[in-house]
């Protein structure tokens, strides 16, 4: 598996793990644990995005990892 599969496959992951932090956060009916999930939303959400900018880079210096 190519390094531009892997960094893939892990946004992809974290995009999963995002969607049961949200899904987590709404059934959540302490207000604590809720901003607790909120948070971790927050942080996965940061991480996704350099995730995201790291494939363009890839992308860009390595084409043939374009569509994986």
Known sequence: MSVGAKVKQTLASLK???????LYSIQSQ???IKETYKE???ITNDIINDLEER??????E???????
């Open 16 to 22: 999963g793990t995002q969607s049961t932090l949200r």
């Open 30 to 32: 302490d207000k604590e």
């Open 40 to 42: 971790a939303l927050n």
């Open 55 to 60: 494939i363009k880079i890839l992308e860009f």
């Open 62 to 68: 390595e084409p043939q990892y374009k569509g994986y």
